[in-house]
């Protein structure tokens, strides 16, 4: 790929064609031209290092620490009261991040809600949408695949009494192929759809960082008769999405990664309009599900009346103090614009690839696709441990699955071309020792 406009300065704009050169000013040029570079000072940077693990755990927004205080104080001073302050008011404090969440995933804010973690998520979807019946009971998902996605999916089966040795299909990359073809998912689906309840699968793959086509599977899909949700912990804040056009029936994530929430933190979900206004669907019910105009009732209120919103999955009151980080960081993405993002992401993404290419090393393998989101996933052919000791002692903070694979993101809100450039130069001396 040696020609790539630079969308920079807006996705409106055309632009001036751009080559990519392997020079150090050559990334000093474009951190100039960059207009989110202002953005990485908001965050805290650890010091010393080249950090390209926000796949794993995203940078802290700085002004998390100071929204934090807000309410620690608010707690402080109003005890109870804090529920109904004037700034913020911790009944309604969920709905603070819902438009922002709604941006990132395309789709209207009440098919949106922050809530508990992703597979807690992923187990209230399955409790609603996984429905099996005596000809229509399989799941499909894919390999390689996050461990927890399988325990949750083969407990539910388990739970149900539907045997997952029978019942799991798993799609993968053919042999000697290290990514998934979107035609053998179809294929799976012309054969198979007819048993299949659920397709669940990863937006963006944690391993391979390859972004399927979501709204063609969406679609094939409901063609042959399934739902269709996915888990989007490596996708949301990463990849601009359409989920409500898309027609995706659910799905969950997690705002540790891409969405710099912090360790742990809150997770959520998206349930398609069609869905949120079902009140004969079965959601697992708690009182912060229910509808707000009779939440208070309590005893006298015995039923469960579900809100028509994602809001009626939620079951307990969410924490504010979980809510605190999400907030300072959608903050940061609503500044910025997806577009904006995706641009730069493209471009940091695509330079790096472009740098790893110009090594020439049989050593190392890009592995993720050109449909991607920023990770690029490097295949490491021999002895990986030592390049991997190389790039700490360097100050380069990236990840390393066993056996051999490498992952490094650029983060459009907080890298810059010339870490990138910088990494790249560390890779080269390494390889070429
Ligand atoms: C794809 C995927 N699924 C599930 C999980 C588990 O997330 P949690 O611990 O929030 O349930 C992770 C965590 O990184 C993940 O990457």
Not at 76 to 86: I, N, R, W
Not at 289 to 297: A, S, V
Not at 338 to 358: H, V
Not at 395 to 409: A, H, K, Q, S, Y
Request: glycine share 6%.
């Amino acid at each position: 790929m040696k020609k790539i406009f630079c969308l920079m300065l807006s996705c409106l704009c055309t632009l001036d064609a751009m080559e990519y050169r392997s020079d150090e000013s050559f990334a000093l040029e474009c951190d100039l031209k960059d207009p989110l570079a202002s953005l990485r000072d908001e965050f805290h940077y650890p010091e010393n290092q080249i950090y390209l693990c926000g796949h794993s755990l995203g940078l802290q927004p700085k002004k998390a620490a100071v929204l934090m205080q807000n309410e620690l104080t608010a707690w402080a001073t109003l005890g109870v009261e804090g529920h109904f302050k004037e700034d913020a008011p911790w009944y309604s404090y969920h709905t603070l991040v819902q438009q922002s969440l709604a941006k990132l995933v395309g789709a209207n804010p009440e098919e949106v809600v922050a809530m508990n973690s992703l597979t807690v998520n992923l187990h209230l979807m399955l409790v609603s949408f996984y429905k099996p019946t005596e000809n229509r009971y399989k799941i499909l998902m894919e390999a390689p695949v996050f461990s927890s996605d399988t325990y949750a999916v083969k407990s539910q089966m388990q739970f149900r009494g539907v045997d997952a040795e029978d019942s799991l299909i798993i799609v993968a990359p053919r042999d000697c192929e290290e990514v998934i073809r979107m035609d053998d998912i179809y294929d799976i689906l012309d054969r198979e759809g007819d048993s299949i309840a659920l397709v669940l699968l990863n937006g963006v793959n944690y391993l391979t960082g390859q972004f399927v086509d979501m709204e063609a599977i969406t679609k094939k899909g409901h063609e042959k008769g399934c739902v269709v949700g996915f888990d989007l912990a490596h996708t949301i804040g990463n990849v601009p999405l359409q989920l409500h056009d898309w027609n995706v029936d659910f799905a969950a994530w997690c705002s540790y990664k891409y969405l710099n929430s912090g360790p742990g933190a809150i997770g959520g979900v998206f349930v398609h309009q069609r869905h949120c206004e079902n009140d004969g669907l079965v959601r697992f019910a708690g009182w912060w599900g229910n509808n707000p105009d009779t939440r208070f009732q309590l005893h006298l209120q015995p039923d469960f009346v579900p809100v028509k919103s994602a809001d009626s999955w939620q079951i307990s009151n969410p924490s504010i103090f979980a809510l605190v980080p999400l907030r300072a960081s959608l903050e940061l993405f609503d500044r910025a614009g997806t577009c904006a993002l995706r641009t730069k992401s493209l471009l940091l993404t695509g330079y790096l690839e472009y740098l790893i290419k110009e090594i020439a090393s049989d050593r190392i393998k890009i592995i993720t696709p050109a449909e991607r989101g920023c990770q690029l996933s490097i295949k490491i052919e021999d002895r990986p441990e030592e390049l991997l000791q190389t790039l700490q002692q360097a100050g380069i903070m990236c990840d390393f699955r066993r056996p051999n694979i490498l992952r490094i993101t650029p983060i459009p809100l907080y890298n810059t071309f010339h870490e990138v450039w910088q990494f790249v130069n560390i890779l080269k001396s390494h390889l070429n020792t």
